[in-house]
């Protein structure tokens, strides 16, 4: 056997690997792509899952929002009613202030005893625990004036009036009697109207 045959037998065995270890690796790769396609395949329907379940909580969330704007709405309307009623409520107090003042039944003897008691002890409290806020110290200092006097003309008793709604304003949830001093200068109205 000569080199030749070595040779060509050599090169026999050599491309019967490559063509046995081309051929596993096609097999292999082949094998390989189908288990990789079904995992893919397989990653693909999740994901189309997690999309359906992810667009029905968008549409969950869509329907959450519109009726978290309809309690929105709701809210805002009883917040108008009340404001409405609580605005009728006062406007008639005022009125049937004024008319008792004016007819005489709240009579404006009665003024000095309000004032020397309740109206005086209530505004000194006041006076001590708020600010200036939104009212200024010289329209604080007024309203005292308003309570101290004796008598007011009419032009003071609605600048009282403006004056005390401010405080009332401002300090109704704080300080309820607040309102004492709003209603006192309404009488004020009512009994200037007679001058």
């Known amino acids: 056997m000569g080199m030749d045959e070595v040779l ?3 090169i026999g065995v050599v491309i ?11 097999w292999l790769g082949s094998r390989f792509r189908g288990g990789i396609e079904d995992r893919l395949n397989e990653l693909r329907k999740g994901l189309s899952g997690v999309e359906s379940e992810l667009s029905g909580i968008k549409v969950e969330l869509g329907n959450v929002k519109a009726r978290l704007e309809k309690v929105e709405d709701g809210i805002s309307r009883l917040r108008r009613s009340l404001l409405d009623f609580t605005t009728t409520i006062r406007n008639s107090q005022e009125f049937m202030i004024e008319m008792l003042s004016y007819e005489g039944v709240l009579r ?3 003024a000095s ?6 109206l005086n002890r209530l505004f000194e409290s006041l006076a001590s625990r708020i600010s200036g806020n939104p009212l200024t110290k010289a329209e604080f200092e007024e309203i005292r004036r308003y309570i101290q006097k004796d008598e007011l003309t009419l032009e003071e008793a609605y600048r009282f009036k403006e004056l005390a709604w401010k405080l009332v304003r401002e300090y109704r949830y704080r300080f309820p009697d607040v309102w004492k001093i709003y209603w006192y200068a309404v009488a004020w109205i009512g009994w200037g109207d007679k001058a």
């Open 113 to 118: 005893v309000i004032r020397g008691g309740e």
């Open 16 to 26: 019967t690997v490559v063509v046995s270890a081309v051929s596993t690796a096609y």
């Open 108 to 110: 404006p003897e009665a």
């Open 8 to 10: 060509i037998g050599f």
